[in-house]
């Protein structure tokens, strides 16, 4: 049997921000989002005020204000796009009428891609681990629940054994995801990120089935 399992729901998080429905206060929006996930990757969320946003993203105090109270409040947006992708990606899986280890590969190869191309979802996927933002630590704790259920299909398909290291599965997976999007932000990575997330899941998949039944 996997970890139990917690809450499986997509984690949404309320920010106090005004929601405009024109298109050039869309855009702001978005570029503040791009700003601060540029900031956050390259100074540390940390270590990054309001006002260095502001100059990030070449707006106006009042207009960042005007969508966002806190730097908190653009945390939470960004990690709200990273919950979105692994509903997104979680989604995708259930439309299988089978579900097995080709669900688990699938739903890692999406996320990998998600983060290739969205500099939102990726600083959200970092935010995720960071204390002080309200909802972060969930968005992490839904990831591997969902991934969880993915495993336990996976075992109840037997395509999988039932081990000790098959239990331990889901949560080495997430956490070697993060940490390669992490260490490919410090030291640069010229290699296809979806292609190392595929090594990595083939990995630990080899592992599961070599391990014995415990």
């Known amino acids: 049997m996997t970890e139990p399992i917690h809450q499986l729901h997509p984690v949404t ?78 989604s995708a899986t259930q439309e299988s009428p089978q579900h097995s280890v080709a669900d688990i590969i699938s739903f890692f190869r ?16 970092r935010l995720a681990a960071e204390t002080g933002i309200d909802g972060a630590r969930e968005a992490f704790a839904y990831w591997v629940d969902i991934t969880s259920l993915l495993v336990a299909a996976a075992i109840e398909s037997g395509e999988l054994p039932d081990n000790s290291v098959t239990r331990q599965l889901a949560w080495n997976l ?24 595929q090594n990595l899941a083939d990995v630990h998949l080899s592992a599961c089935a070599s391990a014995k039944m415990s």
């Open 13 to 90: 998080m309320q920010v106090h921000s005004h929601r405009p429905r024109q298109p050039r206060a869309t855009i702001t929006k978005t570029k503040i989002l791009e700003a601060a996930a540029r900031a956050f990757a390259d100074d540390g969320y940390a270590a990054t005020s309001m006002t260095d946003l502001v100059a990030a993203s070449s707006s106006t105090k009042g207009g960042i204000y005007f969508h966002f109270d806190s730097k908190e409040a653009i945390a939470r947006e960004l990690v709200t796009h990273w919950s979105s992708a692994l509903h997104h990606a979680y």
């Open 174 to 197: 997430c956490a070697g995801f993060f940490g390669t999007v992490t260490i490919i932000r410090v030291v640069g990575d010229p290699g296809d990120f979806t292609t190392r997330m």
């Open 110 to 125: 999406d996320l990998a891609a998600s983060v290739a191309v969205s500099s939102l979802a990726r600083a959200g996927l």
